[in-house]
Nanobody, 119 residues
Framework: QVQLVESGGGLVQAGGSLRLSCAAS????????MGWYRQAPGKQRELVAV???????KYADSVQGRFTISGDNAKPTADLQMNSLKPEDTAVYYC?????????????WGQGTQVTVSS
C-alpha cells in the first residue's frame, strides 16, 4: 500500500499564489500518471494537472498558463505551483497516483487539501 502525503493549500486572495506538494510514502515503479484533481462543492472531481511517467504533462484548459506541475518521478513527487489564482479555483485538491505494478492496476488518492481563493 502507498500513502500520498499532501502539503500546502490554504487561503489566498485572488491574483495570489499557492504551492501544493505531494509525495508517495515509498518508491513505486512504473507509474503512468501522477498529479492533481480538484472538487468544488456540488461539482464532480476534475483533472487539474498530471505528469506522465514517460514524460510530458496535461493541464485542464481552465488552468493552462497559470499552474505548473513538477516533481521527481523517481520518488515520486508532484508539486503544483498555482499562480494568478481565481475564486473559481476554490476547491479541495487531491493528489493522485496511477500505474501498473506488474500484476494489477493501482490508483491511489491523497486525503485532500483545501484551497480557498477570496475575491
Amino acid at each position: 500500500q502507498v500513502q500520498l502525503v499532501e502539503s500546502g493549500g490554504g487561503l489566498v486572495q485572488a491574483g495570489g499564489s499557492l504551492r501544493l506538494s505531494c509525495a508517495a510514502s515509498r518508491s513505486i515503479f512504473g507509474f503512468v500518471t501522477m498529479g492533481w484533481y480538484r472538487q468544488a462543492p456540488g461539482k464532480q472531481r476534475e483533472l487539474v494537472a498530471v505528469k506522465y511517467g514517460v514524460g510530458g504533462t496535461k493541464y485542464a484548459d481552465s488552468v493552462q498558463g497559470r499552474f505548473t506541475i513538477s516533481g521527481d518521478n523517481a520518488k515520486p513527487t508532484a508539486d503544483l505551483q498555482m499562480n494568478s489564482l481565481k475564486p473559481e479555483d476554490t476547491a479541495v485538491y487531491y493528489c493522485n497516483l496511477q500505474g501498473w505494478d506488474g500484476s494489477s492496476w493501482y490508483n491511489y488518492w491523497g486525503q485532500g487539501t483545501q484551497v480557498t481563493v477570496s475575491s
